[in-house]
């Protein structure tokens, strides 16, 4: 099916398959300045020099239309050896950012998908009713947190952390409820971070928990350390050392931060905690 494009900015396109698409493509083009600007102001991240934005109706056009011309290669060569997790993932999916060597590349699915795709691990994650207007533009904040920073290698936690963060700085209001740090102080110092390798053969719950504890870690350190974030998000570097500089500045080993972070977001939210009954 041949694609149709419209610019956002310089280096950014929306790419669309149909006119039918209408409200999607203009609400995407008009939300794209102010999660920029939110982006820019609350990390000090570039906006990459290119980034293209698609109206992701299926998972195969998505990956092999903003593909390099490389990737398309490898991509065909080992099919059988990823094709079946994608498709797993795909029900569960609402955007997608992939990470090329040079680019990412955004995925939007449209309100149509959203309204079917399985919502297990979503709802877990997020309670708040949101028309799906808010919802969009959540989303899209979200995946282009992930796309300004295409070049760093983030852990797990802080990858997502950041981005549920920054859209719920955009939109204006907390999805991640108060609920969900019960789980945290259940598990406090037990629970090992993942990679993303690891985290879609897990159950629906644990995959939930493990986007919200790098919720509450990030905003956690966005509270209490202001200038942290900004300072590790200014240049490359490696998840290990990322999660090292962290602990650092919480006068912690790595092996220390695992065990007692838990402890110090609960501490911190503790308001929050309470709101939501006895725990």
């Known amino acids: 099916m041949p694609t149709r494009s419209r610019p956002i900015q310089p280096g950014m396109d929306l790419i669309y398959h149909t006119d039918d698409e209408g409200e999607v493509i203009d609400l995407l083009i008009t939300a794209t300045p102010g999660c920029i600007a939110c982006i820019q102001e609350l990390w000090g991240l570039p906006v990459p020099p290119r980034c293209p934005v698609y109206v ?14 490389y990737m398309k290669i490898i991509l065909g060569c080992y099919f059988l050896f990823w094709w079946y997790d994608t498709v797993k993932r795909w029900h569960i999916l609402s955007g997608w950012t992939l990470r090329y060597l040079n680019y990412p590349a955004v995925g939007i699915k449209p309100p149509r998908l959203l309204a ?60 991640v409820p108060p609920a969900t740090l019960q789980a945290i102080r ?65 006068g912690m080993t790595r092996k220390q931060f695992w065990v007692e972070i838990d402890g110090l977001i609960v501490e911190h939210f503790a308001d929050q905690l309470t709101s939501v009954g006895p725990v």
């Open 56 to 69: 992701m109706t299926s998972w195969l056009s998505f990956i092999f239309r903003s593909a390099p011309w």
């Open 116 to 175: 079917k795709m399985n919502r297990r691990i979503a709802d877990l994650i997020s309670s708040d009713e949101q028309g799906m207007h808010k919802r969009m533009r959540n989303l899209l904040c979200h995946e282009l947190t992930h796309a300004f920073t295409f070049k760093h290698r983030l852990p797990m936690w802080l990858n997502e952390g950041l981005a549920i963060l920054t859209a719920e700085k955009y939109i204006g209001s907390q999805t």
């Open 186 to 250: 259940q598990r406090a110092g037990k629970v090992s971070p993942v990679a993303y390798a690891q985290l879609y053969n897990k159950q629906h719950a644990d995959i939930a928990y493990h986007y919200t504890r790098g919720y509450w870690i990030t905003r956690y350190l966005h509270e209490t350390h202001p200038d942290l974030l900004r300072t590790l998000l200014a240049q490359p570097s490696s998840r290990e050392l990322i999660t090292d500089r962290v602990a650092a500045a919480l």
